[in-house]
């Protein structure tokens, strides 16, 4: 069975300043994985994703992420940060199963500070 | 192109009522998931539909819930009774590729719902 675990609930930060939001997952096969940012009563967006190719991977926002299959991480980070980044970040995990089915962590809020 | 469209926003029911859920997916997706996303965690599937067959309900509490997608377009979820531990946000999404693996999932803003 896939899980993910993200490492942190919240993460305070100032504006400018750099950012990871760490990510770890759980599968016994290949994964597809994905990163989904929630605004304050919105639905969640899509940032990146992983399916093959590159370990780096560069999404919308600024954002990048890096796939590390020996550390089963999908850690996300972006160089400088603005107060319009807070919002809270969920990792998912896809199987690659025909049904295209995600898990995802419990999410890190991130609160961007002035 | 319109997004994802769900209501009501917000509801507020007494335990042991009912209540019901419309999503209307962005025009074309054939692929549209329900999920149940609890305060403090993340999204948890709970039915998928292609088009208007049900593809996964594994998770579908079915002594109480019920989702039909009798046209393949538009979609319901039903709550019947509620109980407090369903308060949550209920988010709608939809996707169209013809291989789903890897493809993005378009979510509506969810229906966030209190059981007192």
């Known amino acids: 069975a896939q899980s993910v675990t993200q490492l942190d609930s919240q993460v305070p930060v100032f504006e400018e300043a750099p950012v990871e939001l760490r990510c770890n997952y759980s599968?016994?096969?290949?994964?597809?994985l994905f990163w989904y940012v929630q605004y304050p009563n919105q639905g969640l967006q899509l940032l990146l994703k992983?399916?093959?190719?590159?370990?780096l991977v560069k999404g919308i926002n600024g954002f990048e992420a890096e796939f590390n299959k020996s550390q089963t991480s999908f850690h996300l980070r972006k160089p400088s940060v603005h107060i319009s980044d807070t919002a809270e970040y969920f990792c998912?995990?896809?199987?690659?199963?025909?049904?295209?089915?995600?898990?995802f962590g419990k999410g890190t809020k991130l609160s961007v500070k002035p | 192109e319109a997004g994802v469209a769900q209501s009501p926003r917000y509801k507020i029911i007494e335990k042991r009522q009912s209540v019901a859920f419309w999503c209307n997916p962005i025009?074309?997706?054939?692929?549209l998931y329900w999920y149940q996303q609890i305060l403090g965690q993340g999204p948890k599937l709970l039915i998928q539909?292609?088009?208007?067959?049900?593809?996964?309900d594994s998770q579908l509490p079915k002594d109480r819930f019920s989702a039909e997608r009798l046209k393949g377009v538009d979609s319901t979820l039903k709550i019947q009774p509620a109980k407090l531990e369903d308060s949550a946000v209920y988010l709608c999404?939809?996707?169209?590729?013809?291989?789903?693996?890897?493809?993005?999932?378009?979510f509506g803003p969810g229906t966030r719902l209190t059981v007192t």
């Open positions: 999404a939809s996707s169209s590729p013809a291989r789903l693996a890897g493809s993005e999932q378009y």
């Open positions: 599968s016994s096969v290949s994964v597809y």
């Open positions: 992983y399916l093959s190719g590159s370990t």
């Open positions: 998912a995990v896809s199987d690659g199963g025909s049904q295209g089915n995600l898990i």
């Open positions: 025009s074309g997706h054939a692929t």
């Open positions: 539909f292609q088009n208007n067959g049900v593809v996964d």
